[in-house]
């Protein structure tokens, strides 16, 4: 038997969000109930509303960063008890058998992994998913995380998503002590992964249109902050070892793979709207390379979170009330907060 929750959601693309009812299914024995405490709002949230990414079942309420408090466990469950601190991040099922899958890297499942919201379990009972913008949710044992102790669990809710796109390149490509590191755009993402890649060892630049985040990066750490409305320096060619470009805007990416150094990578986050125009000089000379990545897999976001938790790391965040929503959604287009809206879920 289902259970109906309360939630904040729309009941079209572009229309505005607000109080629904939804269900969640009867808890199975591998199942984890979770009282939600907050829910981060990310940028592919706004997209999904707004329907830029394909067509949805609605009424839908989004949210793929999530923490809260386990509230009921399946029978088989054992390794989360009532009472733990938990997240769930952007995909709740996988079909756990293609090569991806296997070595656990479940964002690349052939078959397609399960998202958060917004989706066909068709691995298992073909349900609608729905997202954090939630009082509860139910969700599969082998797909929930533990927030480490310490962590404000306001803070640790963006690192479901915003943590784990950056912690896996950075980590994949072997970014540690003695790596000179750009981050490319110092939004949601890029302020995790400035803070990420400084914890792993390496010395962090940023590059970012203007000069107005110059003062939080070089709070966190970084050694410099480069403004890029008036183009790139040209001491800094062939410079860095690794480039992580967290922004969906079309940039001249020949330009930043000029910045690389021999053997160089430069990793793609974003995703623009214009296809990409690679010169073959661009990674032909010095052997560079221009790859991408998508979020992690649940054992790397588990080791992410742990990471973390060791390291102090969380999302600058503006906590909201549910009511606000539609303001969060449109102060995040205009780049308006830093970094991150979080949302409080009791006000659901």
Known sequence: ?????????????????????????????DDIQIAIQFAGVCHSDIHTMNGDWG??????????EIVGIVSAV????????????????????????????SQGEISYCERGAVGTYGDVDRFSDGE???????????????????????????????LLCAGITTYSPLRHWN????????????????????KIALAMGAEVTVFSHSDRKRDDAL???????????????????????????????????????????????????G????????????????????AGSLVGGIRETQEMLDFCGEHGITADIELISADRINEAYERTVAADVRYRFVIDASTI
Not at 1 to 29: K, V, Y
Not at 222 to 238: S, Y
Not at 271 to 290: D, F, W, Y
């Open 74 to 101: 399946g029978s088989s469950v054992t390794a989360f008890t009532v009472g733990d601190r938990v997240g769930v991040g952007c995909f709740v099922n996988s079909c756990g058998e293609c090569d991806p899958c």
């Open 271 to 290: 995703l623009p709207g214009e296809p990409m125009k690679i010169r073959a000089g661009s990674v032909v000379n010095r052997r560079g390379s221009l």
């Open 55 to 64: 067509e949805r079942q609605w009424p839908l309420a989004p949210g793929h």
């Open 219 to 269: 709070a966190y750490g970084a050694k410099d902050l480069i403004a890029t409305r008036d183009g790139l320096p040209r001491e800094l060619r062939k410079h860095f070892d690794f480039i992580l470009n967290t922004v969906s805007a079309d940039i001249d990416i020949n330009a930043y793979l000029g910045l690389l150094r021999f053997d160089g990578t430069l990793v793609q986050l």
């Open 1 to 29: 038997m289902t259970t109906s929750t309360r939630a904040i959601g729309a009941h079209g693309p572009g229309r505005p969000l607000e109080p629904l009812e939804i269900t969640r299914r009867e808890l199975r024995n």
């Open 175 to 194: 970014v540690g002590p003695g790596s000179r590191v750009a981050v490319v755009g110092m939004g949601g993402l890029g302020h995790v992964g400035v």
């Open 128 to 158: 609608y998913t729905q997202g954090g913008y939630s009082r509860s949710i139910v969700v599969r044992e082998s797909f929930v995380l533990r927030i480490p102790d310490g962590l404000d669990p306001a803070g640790a809710a963006p």
